[in-house]
């Protein structure tokens, strides 16, 4: 254990110095901590942060209409306010269609604010008037998406809502630490300050049967904290219902990103289910019993549990309308790609294969974001399989909902049946591509250019401790209460040790290239060695970048943690709070990444296997045309320049040996070892 914390120091060390970081001045410090404060306790309002109810007050939204842009958002807010929106206490989640309008026009009030005093005044007095879920679901998005909150980092969402990425159990001991009872954890007081520390499972830890074995295997996977956070924080990049012209976002990538970051994940999944000796991710069918049982130990903040799906569960008569609504987009977008168009609102023809953006629109017509050019004629097929599949009770009451796991993107890749959904989804991806030639020997190849060599450090992966807060979860009785009390959660998480990639390339000239490194199978469940021709839909991209190639030998090297897709672990709340408090105070200085959010980098490497499993590596260096790179700025992703390929490219398409062996491709053998610090599922 003391080896693999010196190697924990090493990589938070190396990251520290090599992602480029800003310097905080005072106006962003201020904004940042009281952001910060309008996530905390948000469902004590007026005991959490007291003087803030006075802000809100003060404050009338009606007397400030002025002060915003799109004022007919604020009238329409204020009419349903007076009128009844969901009621505090009550669960939200977005996919209602009631939940849905409420929470769009509370973000239409937020944005259009014409500066930062009039969003921070409004916001405060939504903290103590709208139901809290839908406050903590519309303020993340706005904080993502308004010029003057750029870089402002949100807490991590699951420290402000804790219920959504742990187990009845462990929320029940932290209830019983905030009565008194200092028996439910272990207790250390630094500073003055209470620490708590409750050891927490997985799922699954307690369940046994062949029913539950393939959320069992993978539950330190699937119910990763830090996997799931990501998942919620890359659906605000893109909000299904926000309109990329109205909002200012990249056009052009929306419909495939959608595609290319499911599929992304998808692989990665595959991945780790061979390290578990399991098969390929099953597809769906809504006409025939369900086989992925699931089980959560979970409930919502008001005390209501998680439903749960017994295994070859039956999809409910009462959501026929959905399925029916599938079997509808089905067609109609396997129409579209074996005919070659979409069809828009008004009956025009739009090409899908023989124009920049076609396989875009493609991409958001099967979403059916705001960008689609026909959403009630395609759908949305995302929505219509979580509605069908989720199996949840019928809502009875108004503002009686229960969402089910699968429809919240906090808990939606807990449930196994999810990566059957993305399965079927990004079939379309494979079904489009394969309508398309494949690339030729000259569109693959690099004049010039040759990869001599590609190795790679020892890949090795580990079980460690992280500690997450969970003090958001239990009622407080004063403020000061809140901040001498700390209770956090105890697990282990999958890590890896860093590695860096070295790759000798040589070039006859001077001239700009991308590299991309893709990880996939090398062997089936079954132990049969796959080709590239039948196994190239299974690698993930793990990192690209732009790289100035000289005439000669070119020594490329690149650690992991260097990935654009990655981020390390977030600082806990606590300790950054008492960063920036220290910094405005100008005991000291507050820097912050451009890229705020990521793929956790703990995650990027799958278990392997303690005597080394094998998987390949795949490299490609390919010419970068900079008169036809793409600027992009995301919210999430922060500024990338990227080069005008598919996404995924060259593996996005079908291979054939025989014109994929280039000078500039490179493809090898790795091996991957799990060391088993300790036995997974025990509590510490």
């Known amino acids: 254990m003391k080896t693999i914390a010196l190697l924990l120091a090493a990589a938070c060390l190396a990251h520290a110095t090599q992602v480029p970081s800003h310097t905080a001045d005072k106006t962003y410090l201020i904004k940042q901590k009281s952001i910060y404060e309008l996530f905390w306790h948000v469902d004590q309002p007026t005991v959490y942060h007291p003087e803030l109810y006075q802000k809100a007050r003060s404050f009338s939204l ?174 605000h990049d893109f909000p299904v219902w926000m309109n990329s012209v109205r909002y200012n976002m990249p056009q052009h990538i929306r419909g495939e990103l959608y595609i290319f970051s499911h599929k992304q994940v998808l692989n990665r999944y595959y991945l780790e289910r061979l390290s578990n000796d399991m098969g390929e991710i099953s597809y769906v069918d809504v006409n025939k019993p369900v086989v992925p049982g699931y089980y959560p130990t979970m409930h919502h903040h008001n005390g209501l549990p998680f439903p749960q799906r017994p295994v070859g569960s039956e999809v409910p008569l009462h959501a026929h309308k959905h399925v029916q609504a599938i079997q509808d987009a089905h067609t109609r977008i396997s129409d579209a790609i074996d005919k070659g168009y979409v069809i828009d609102v008004h009956g025009k023809h739009i090409d899908i294969y023989h124009t920049v953006d076609g396989f875009n629109h493609l991409g958001n017509a099967i979403q059916g974001n705001a960008d689609s050019v026909n959403p009630a004629y395609y759908g949305r097929l995302d929505y219509f399989y979580k509605k069908v599949l989720g199996m949840g009770p019928v809502e009875v009451t108004k503002h009686m909902a229960i969402p089910t796991a699968i429809e919240l993107f906090t808990t939606s890749l807990r449930d196994p049946v999810t990566y059957g959904i993305y399965k079927n989804i990004v079939t379309y991806w494979m079904r489009y591509k394969e309508h398309l030639p494949s690339y030729t020997h000259e569109e693959l190849a690099f004049p010039g250019v040759t990869i001599e060599s590609v190795t790679v450090d020892k890949l090795l992966t580990f079980f460690d401790h992280f500690e997450s807060l969970v003090s958001n979860a239990v009622s407080v009785r004063s403020h000061k209460e809140a901040q001498s009390m700390v209770i956090k959660a105890r697990q282990y998480r999958l890590n890896h040790k860093p590695f860096t990639y070295h790759i000798t390339v040589n070039s006859d000239k001077n001239v700009k290239a991308v590299v991309r490194i893709f990880l996939g199978p090398k062997y089936d469940v079954h132990g049969h060695e796959l080709d590239m021709s039948e196994n190239y839909m299974n690698f993930i991209e793990m990192d690209q970048w732009n790289v100035d190639l000289k005439p000669g030998t070119n020594k490329i090297e690149r650690n992991s943690y260097e990935s654009i897709y990655v981020v390390p672990d977030e600082v806990p709340s606590e300790v950054l709070y008492k960063k920036m408090v220290k910094a405005i105070e100008g005991g000291e200085t507050f820097t912050y990444p451009g890229q705020l959010y990521g793929f956790p980098d703990r995650l990027v490497l799958p278990k392997g296997k303690k005597e080394g499993m094998p998987f390949k590596l795949f490299v ?49 053998d790795v091996l991957i070892y799990h060391k088993p610090a300790e036995e997974l599922n025990l509590t510490v």
């Open 620 to 668: 490609s260096v390919s010419h970068l045309d900079e008169t036809r790179a793409i600027k992009v700025n995301s919210p999430v992703w922060g500024p990338s320049v990227m080069d005008s390929r598919a996404m995924g490219y060259p593996l996005d398409r079908p291979v054939h040996t025989f014109n994929f062996t280039v000078p500039n491709f490179y493809t090898r």
């Open 62 to 235: 009606e007397d400030n209409i002025a002060s915003f842009t799109d004022q007919a958002a604020v009238t329409e807010f204020l009419q349903r306010w007076k009128h009844g929106m969901l009621p505090r206490g009550e669960v939200f989640y977005g996919s209602h269609p009631q939940y849905y309008k409420e929470a769009i026009c509370l973000f239409r009030v937020l944005y259009s604010a014409k500066d930062f005093d009039t969003f921070y005044n409004t916001a405060v007095w939504a903290r103590f008037h709208v139901n809290e879920h839908m406050y903590v679901y519309v303020l993340s998005i706005v904080v993502l998406h308004r010029p003057d909150t750029k870089n402002i980092r949100l807490p991590p969402i699951y420290e402000v809502v804790p219920h959504y990425f742990f187990n009845k159990d462990v929320l029940h001991k932290a209830y019983r630490i905030a009565m008194g009872d200092s028996q439910s954890g272990v207790k250390k007081t630094v500073g003055g300050v209470d620490y708590y520390y409750i050891p927490s499972n997985y799922t699954t830890w307690y369940m046994g049967g062949d029913e539950v074995s393939e959320q069992q295997k993978l539950s330190y996977f699937i119910e990763d904290i830090g996997l799931n956070a990501f998942y919620f924080v890359t659906n």
